[in-house]
């Protein structure tokens, strides 16, 4: 066979005496061999090979079976709680299949899990309330669902099982879904719908009003009747035979549920009776909650969000010296935390 004095590949492919390839060329075509090898997996080997990335998501149920198929005929091999971050790993129908925390793969529905956009919205509403004060307190009068916004069609962030505790921070009237604006002031209200912003344990969110009962302190539901009492709120205590008594104020609404409160009472502790005693009444009011209490050197104040006949914004402030209440001045819009001055020529508005 002809050789060839060209170098590379091709001369070594061609090093034959008699049909036979001589050991020299052996040996050169196993290093050849090995280096390409090794090149190759230089390159390609040690690169990290690309997996599918996984959809994570959060469990909304208070519990949520796990299940080893779709089948018909299953075991639940895990339940998870609400709040449980999952990884998702395929999607089929009504169902999810995900990966558990020990490795394994489940199967649960997946209308039961959360997308992480709308957890982080859920969880930017919780920190926000952290720093706010609770107006009441209640539970969930059934199954119901937590959104986003105060609305139906808001994504849900979670379930609150009848029964469950919560806390109420704010209110909010909102349109009925499909409902038009239909003249006369009463058929106005039946358009709309009231909707709370509560926390309950770590969830917080918006619930229909309708489906929140308030659990009023049993020191002060006695005066809750011919009351509808909205808010309550411990302004300090008294001692009285070796046992710290609170006083309260409380919020009432009556008439119109345009506003969330309309009228206000502060409830101190008559010692030597032992019972409670109306120490200041105020009515008329056009009110929006949050109602804020803070204390200056162990005095209890108390500011109330109101709106004058005109519509204008005015925070309206309290203070509790022993058993008496006095207006201690007024101050514009509802943003400024600031104390005023005694309101020289009176409080009225």
């Given at each position: ?10 001369a ?13 060329s052996?040996?050169i ?9 090794g ?10 090979q690309?997996?599918?990335?996984l ?6 149920s ?11 005929v ?6 998870l ?5 999952v990884?998702v ?14 490795g ?31 107006q ?19 994504p ?10 919560l ?39 918006w ?21 509808n009492?909205v ?7 008294v ?6 008594i609170?006083?309260y ?8 549920d345009?506003?969330d ?7 101190t ?36 969000r ?12 309290y203070?509790?010296?022993n058993?008496i ?10 943003e400024?935390?600031a104390?005023p ?6 409080m009225?508005?």
């Amino acid at each position: 066979m002809r050789e060839r004095k060209a170098g590379g590949t091709e001369a070594i492919l061609c090093c034959y005496s008699g049909g036979t390839i001589k050991p020299k060329s052996i040996v050169i075509i196993a290093v050849l061999t090995l280096v390409l090898g090794g090149t190759a997996y230089y390159h390609w080997g040690r690169m990290p090979q690309s997996t599918p990335s996984l959809q994570v998501k959060y469990v909304i149920s208070p519990s949520l079976d796990v299940l080893d198929t779709r089948a018909q005929v299953h075991r639940v091999i895990n339940v998870l709680k609400a709040g449980e971050r999952v990884e998702v790993l395929s999607e089929a129908g009504e169902w999810a299949k995900i990966r558990l925390s020990a490795g394994s793969d489940g199967w649960v529905l997946a209308k039961e899990l959360l997308d992480s956009n709308t957890y982080g919205k859920g969880q930017a509403v919780l920190k926000q309330l952290s720093s706010e004060q609770v107006q009441a307190a209640g539970h969930a009068a059934g199954a119901v669902n937590l959104h986003t916004e105060p609305s139906r069609e808001a994504p849900v962030l979670a379930m609150l099982m009848q029964g469950e505790k919560l806390e109420v921070f704010n209110r909010k009237l909102v349109a009925k879904r499909g409902s038009s604006n239909p003249p006369g002031k009463a058929a106005a209200a039946s358009a709309r719908e009231a909707w709370y912003l509560i926390r309950s344990g770590p969830r917080a969110g918006w619930l229909l009003g309708r489906l929140v009962t308030l659990d009023i302190p049993s020191a002060i539901s006695p005066y809750a009747e011919n009351y509808n009492m909205v808010a309550w709120f411990q302004l300090n205590t008294v001692l009285d035979g070796g046992q710290n008594i609170p006083q309260y104020l409380v919020a009432d609404r009556a008439g119109s549920d345009e506003f969330d409160y309309t009228h206000i009472r502060v409830f101190t502790w008559w010692a030597k009776q032992h019972h409670y005693a109306t120490a200041y009444v105020e009515s008329n009011l056009k009110g929006s909650f949050p109602i804020q209490v803070e204390h200056i050197d162990n005095v209890p104040y108390f500011r109330l969000r109101l709106v004058d006949g005109k519509g204008n914004k005015f925070q309206k402030i309290y203070k509790l010296s022993n058993t008496i209440v006095r207006p201690v001045g007024i101050v514009e819009g509802w943003e400024s935390n600031a104390l005023p001055q005694p309101h020289r020529r009176g409080m009225r508005r």
